[in-house]
Nanobody
Framework: QVQLVESGGGLVQPGESLRLSCAAS????????MGWYRQAPGKQRNMVAA???????TYADSAKGRFTISRDIAKNTVYLQMNSLKPDDTAVYYC?????????WGQGTQVTVSS
């Protein structure tokens, strides 16, 4: 099992930045892939960015060039740095951990981009 705790969401204006954090309950080297997903009201949950245990990263087209996923292995924490935020980025952001036994999700953190 993996417990995930997200933090860092909030209300920002367009063009501003936020950094989300996801703290895992176990060594993130043992997690195949950790990712950030988001879900806006009335829409499906979609992947934003992901990082494998080897450190390979992947991004949704909407995130490329603006968002960066990274990790601190010593803290068992994965981050999502979000720059140049747009109103379309408004959503609940969820951390995901994919391991052999299944997928685990955090409780989500709200990000609202509005002027």
């Amino acid at each position: 099992q993996v417990q995930l705790v997200e933090s860092g969401g909030g209300l920002v204006q367009p063009g501003e930045s936020l950094r989300l954090s996801c703290a895992a309950s176990r060594n993130i080297f043992s997690i195949n892939t950790m990712g950030w997903y988001r879900q806006a009201p009335g829409k499906q949950r979609n992947m934003v960015a992901a990082i494998t245990s080897r450190g390979s990263t992947t991004y949704a087209d909407s995130a490329k060039g603006r968002f960066t996923i990274s990790r601190d292995i010593a803290k068992n924490t994965v981050y999502l740095q979000m720059n140049s935020l747009k109103p379309d980025d408004t959503a609940v952001y969820y951390c995901n951990a994919a391991v052999i036994s299944g997928n685990y999700w955090g409780q989500g953190t709200q990000v609202t981009v509005s002027s």
